[in-house]
């Protein structure tokens, strides 16, 4: 890779029709995740470097689409005495119990589906208690607040701004969710020793390996949504509506590496200035990031950890109002006004492409694993 999706696209578009294109696009969490199962999995041994006093680590997603709600769990055992049994308690319904064995440095995974779907707007957030027993008899609480994602909510997100809003999402808007069972309807690419893996547990997960400078990317075009004069002139995908773009990434290094996740073009980690809007790595520290084809505008976010976070952005468009705000496990992180990439009249403003890549800018290992990526916009 590393050419310019906009030259690239018509050998892309070649490609992706032998490889199922578009798969993931527009579907529910409902046939994503199916009933309740447990998936455990062992994290890379960089990832034992977590606090041993961290315990357990919690992520949640509750996806909600017309009268189906699920809550997707994953818990991380990030200290140092297995786990014996986790109860958890969502929203007020009945305490869920799984009597499992989770080793430190292991994880679970479930899905539990609310008994009341309709009590959940999107936009709004619920109470989920965990409570982890380990093997010595103790014990540790936690609290979370949980946003609920999918269609129907408040302004700024899928569904109108009155609470109870006709749940129209096939004609007011488009959602894709991806959590990379596979690379269907993917390009990757890669430079020196990295490498590009997905698997069921983590999703998608890239390594540079040891060679310094060393590149691992993936993209993927969107292409029945997109707009291309000569190719698709009716496509809907477009900076100038508001939308929005969440992903759950885990770091495994903290310094000497770039990295990106973002919708817009590719080889953004060297071309900065393209259109996109998305998130940056630079070493530790996680920034917002746009670009608009003249130049780009940074904010800075948080400072990372090696844990499981929640990325979110939305871009506001509202008259001449456009700002993009930036979130981080739902805390508004960031603001960016501009830069903002905005479609041109006559051509493909790379609204409907996703690029995600690392870079280690030493001759040292990076890991980084990208678990869900969401995407929405209004029509």
Same mark, same amino acid.
């Given at each position: 890779m590393g050419m310019l999706m906009k030259f690239n696209v018509v050998k892309r578009l070649k490609r992706l029709k032998a490889v199922s294109p578009l798969l993931a696009a527009i579907i529910l969490i409902?046939?994503?995740?199916?009933?309740?199962?447990? #998936?455990?999995? !062992?994290?890379?041994?960089?990832?034992?470097?977590?606090?041993a006093n961290s315990l357990v680590s919690v992520s949640p997603m509750l996806m909600k689409a017309g009268d189906t709600a699920k809550l997707a769990l994953n818990f991380k055992n990030v200290g140092t005495k297995p786990v014996v049994k986790i109860e958890y308690t969502f929203n007020g319904e009945e305490t869920q119990v799984l009597d499992v064995e989770v080793p430190p440095g292991?994880?679970?995974?479930?899905?539990?589906? &609310?008994?009341?779907?309709?009590?959940?707007?999107?936009?709004?957030?619920?109470?989920? %208690? #965990?409570?982890?027993?380990?093997?010595?008899? @103790?014990? +540790?609480?936690? #609290? !979370?607040?949980v946003m609920c994602s999918g269609w129907g909510g408040p302004s700024g997100l899928p569904g109108g701004e009155e609470e109870?809003?006709?749940l129209t999402p096939w004609d007011?808007?488009?959602?894709?969710?991806?959590?990379?069972? +596979?690379?269907?309807?993917?390009?990757s690419g890669t430079t020196g020793s990295a490498t590009v893996e997905v698997n069921c547990a983590e999703g998608l997960i890239l390594k540079t390996g040891s060679q310094a400078n060393s590149l691992a990317e993936v993209s993927r075009v969107l292409t029945y949504i997109m707009r291309y004069p000569g190719f698709s002139d009716h496509g809907f995908s477009t900076w100038n509506k508001s939308r929005g773009f969440r992903v759950w990434f885990l770091p495994y290094a903290l310094t000497n590496q770039e990295a990106i996740i973002a919708v817009?073009?590719?080889?953004? !980690?060297?071309? &900065?200035? !393209? &259109?996109? %809007?998305?998130?940056?790595? %630079?070493?530790? /520290?996680?920034?917002?990031?746009?670009?608009?084809? @003249?130049?780009?505008?940074?904010?800075?976010?948080?400072?990372?950890?090696?844990? %499981?976070? $929640?990325?979110?952005?939305?871009? /506001?468009?509202?008259?001449d109002v456009r700002k993009v705000l930036f979130y981080v496990n739902d805390e508004l992180k960031g603001e960016i006004t501009t830069n903002i990439p905005q479609a041109p &009249?006559?051509?493909?403003?790379? @609204?409907?492409?996703?690029?995600?890549?690392? $870079?280690?800018?030493?001759?040292?290992? $990076?890991?980084?694993?990208?678990?869900?990526?969401?995407?929405?916009?209004?029509?």
């Open positions: 409902a046939g994503t995740i199916a009933g309740s199962l447990l #998936v455990y999995t !062992l994290y890379f041994s960089s990832a034992n470097t977590a606090a292991h994880q679970v995974s479930t899905v539990f589906t &609310p008994a009341h779907p309709e009590n959940f707007i999107v936009g709004n957030s619920y109470l989920l %208690v #965990v409570k982890a027993t380990y093997s010595d008899g @103790s014990t +540790s609480t936690d #609290v !979370l607040s109870g809003a006709a007011d808007y488009f959602y894709y969710l991806d959590t990379f069972q +596979s690379l269907d309807g993917w390009c817009g073009t590719d080889a953004l !980690l060297t071309y &900065p200035d !393209l &259109p996109h %809007v998305g998130f940056r790595i %630079v070493d530790g /520290v996680l920034y917002g990031s746009c670009g608009d084809g @003249s130049g780009h505008t940074t904010v800075e976010l948080v400072n990372l950890d090696i844990i %499981v976070y $929640k990325a979110e952005w939305r871009l /506001v468009v509202d008259g &009249p006559d051509d493909w403003d790379y @609204s409907a492409g996703i690029y995600i890549a690392l $870079k280690n800018t030493a001759a040292e290992p $990076k890991i980084l694993c990208v678990n869900v990526i969401e995407l929405w916009q209004n029509r």
